[in-house]
């Protein structure tokens, strides 16, 4: 199937800053993207999702923002802390039919944060 | 916390040998889906089960196998295991609309 990428593998930021994640997806019937923060030796853990109805979606501290247009995703944290440090994934759910929803995951951005 | 346990959290095997990994679901989440994360990547779709039935599978051979049980909980069955099965294997339960996807904490199996 058509896959979900990551375009940087690695970002540093100091504390404090902003975060900006970038995922690029190619399957444009996808309509619904979620993106995940794991820590080492943890499942993966929901922070956000997004329908292709929308744009733009705020949680506490995180944005995902959606062009359709370009098949790009990303994730904005604000003010970064330390325990945002992990390796962050952007997936997209495919309907495979009969009710299957399958995410498709990318090869993930791992998010070091400097005190 | 997801809600979503498994077990055990470790576990190491010999190649040629069967594995049975556990999952219980979030409550009232009707959906499970396996998935395997190699050391480095992100996680692969296995195959989902709904009521009690596969309904999606991915590019896995069928020496990878489930089961669902009627209070939704789920086991993967991995058979004549193989050095590349070594991996993370997390189980994802949602509720069968697609919505909101949360995973356990997986279970790390190495083969030896």
């Known amino acids: 199937g058509e896959s979900v990428g990551l375009h940087l593998p690695t970002l540093s930021v100091q504390e404090g800053d902003n975060s900006i994640i970038n995922c690029a997806y190619s399957?444009?019937?996808?309509?619904?993207f979620i993106w995940y923060k794991q820590e080492s030796g943890k499942g993966p853990q929901f922070i956000i999702d997004i329908r292709s109805n929308m744009d733009k979606r705020q949680g506490q501290r995180v944005t995902v923002l959606l062009n359709k247009t370009v098949k790009h995703l990303s994730l904005q944290i604000a003010a970064t802390q330390p325990g945002d440090s992990a390796v962050y994934f952007c997936a997209e759910i495919e309907d495979s039919g009969a009710g299957s929803y399958q995410l498709t995951f990318g090869k993930g951005t791992k998010l070091s944060v400097i005190p | 916390e997801t809600g979503v346990t498994q077990s055990p959290t470790h576990l190491i095997k010999t190649r040629g040998q069967q594995v049975t990994l556990r999952c219980s679901s979030q409550?009232?989440?009707?959906?499970v889906s396996w998935y395997q994360q190699a050391l480095g990547q992100g996680p692969q779709f296995i195959f989902q089960?709904?009521?009690?039935?596969?309904?999606g599978r991915g590019n896995f051979p069928p020496r990878f196998s489930g089961l669902q049980f009627p209070n939704y909980s789920s086991e993967l069955n991995v058979n004549a295991l193989e050095l590349d099965d070594s991996a993370l294997y997390l189980c994802?339960?949602?509720?069968?609309?697609?919505?909101?996807?949360?995973f356990g904490e997986g279970s790390w199996l190495t083969v030896v």
């Open positions: 409550s009232g989440h009707n959906t």
């Open positions: 994802a339960s949602s509720r069968n609309s697609g919505n909101t996807i949360y």
């Open positions: 399957n444009s019937a996808s309509d619904y």
């Open positions: 089960y709904y009521r009690e039935e596969e309904n």
